[in-house]
């Protein structure tokens, strides 16, 4: 056989070898789109997008339910709350300053003829302003918050006006806490500078209710007997006192006494507190020759700074006015 020949059938027998009977769209299928190498990527991008618009949408759902859970919570205990700070269409807190210079506030109620006779829980028909005649930088008066309902109380108490401070904090502001049920609680306020004529407020809010606030407007001016010797709390002080029975005007008593300015260690809760703002010069009342340098003023005690805890005392329910007189600031340590 030529070599020729043999080479070809030789070839033909090779090539036969690798040929295979199977078709090659079948062997070898075409692929599908969706199956090319950018099958992965595309499948995570959009699983991606859907499971982060997912997220989305679960966590503005999770937060609205948590503010609706937060507003329904507030809305419940709020009104809750509110309630019990309520009675008679008030809050249950009053204010007051302890001179007898106090009327109704923006003139919105009747002075009672009789307080005492009073049927309602309040002291007052509601708010009051009153009248502060001042003898100089560093005098002070005292403020008395009443809790005439029966839970306890957490306020704020907040000057709004120049040149007037609470003693106890230094600022025009303090905070106190659990006045409790029908309780009262007493605070100094004192003058940082020498004001000529000027109105400020006091105004006392809940800690947590921050809409209900009582007001007390005082009106303050400067007084004819300046002196250099302000009396505060803790102040030892000799004083001359009259009291009566606001009501009936009968005079109950009169004498000297000596006290504590503020807490009181031997009398009725009021009398100590009234004597906070009596004024005396420097040589406070042991000079020799004696001079009468003490001033006076009147201030009025409603029962619960007075007798009303006394069960029984013929004076428990009794509106008590006082009439004080400085005669010696005695020596502290």
């Given at each position: ?39 992965v ?38 009104s ?42 309040f ?69 940082q ?12 809010s ?32 000799e ?39 009596l004024?005396i ?49 005695l020596?502290?340590?």
């Amino acid at each position: 056989m030529p070599t020729l020949m043999k080479y070809a059938i030789t070839s033909a027998i090779v090539t036969r070898s690798w040929i295979s009977d199977t078709p090659d769209e079948v062997e070898h299928p075409p692929i599908p789109l969706g199956l090319n190498e950018m099958t992965v990527p595309r499948v995570t991008i959009v699983l991606s997008i859907s499971t982060l618009l997912l997220l989305i949408s679960s966590s503005v759902w999770l937060t609205l339910s948590a503010i609706s859970f937060l507003e329904d919570l507030d809305e419940t205990f709020g009104s809750n709350e509110i309630e019990l700070l309520e009675m008679e269409g008030r809050w249950v807190w009053e204010v007051d300053l302890l001179f007898d210079t106090c009327r109704s506030r923006e003139d919105s109620w009747n002075w009672p003829s009789n307080l005492s006779d009073q049927d309602d829980t309040f002291l007052y028909p509601g708010e009051l302003e009153c009248d502060w005649e001042h003898q100089g930088e560093g005098d002070g008066a005292s403020v008395v918050v009443y809790n005439r309902g029966e839970t306890d109380l957490d306020l704020l108490l907040e000057i709004n006006g120049e040149g007037v401070i609470f003693s106890e904090s230094g600022e025009n502001n303090i905070i106190i806490n659990q006045i409790g049920a029908n309780e009262s609680k007493f605070l100094e306020i004192r003058l940082q500078e020498d004001i000529e004529d000027r109105g400020v407020s006091i105004i006392a809010s809940h800690t947590s209710v921050m809409q209900a606030e009582v007001r007390l407007d005082v009106q303050i001016y400067r007084g004819h007997q300046e002196r250099d010797v302000h009396i505060g709390e803790s102040d030892s002080v000799e004083v001359e006192y009259t009291v009566w029975n606001y009501d009936t005007g009968d005079e109950l008593d009169s004498g000297t006494w000596i006290e504590s300015a503020g807490e009181p260690r031997w009398s009725i809760e009021g009398f100590g507190w009234s004597v906070i703002g009596l004024d005396i010069d420097n040589d406070r009342g042991s000079g020799m020759p004696v001079i009468d340098t003490g001033t006076s003023h009147i201030t009025l005690l409603p029962p619960p700074i007075g007798y009303g805890n006394s069960e029984g005392h013929e004076l428990q329910h009794a509106w008590l006015k006082f009439e004080l007189k400085l005669e010696r600031a005695l020596a502290t340590d």
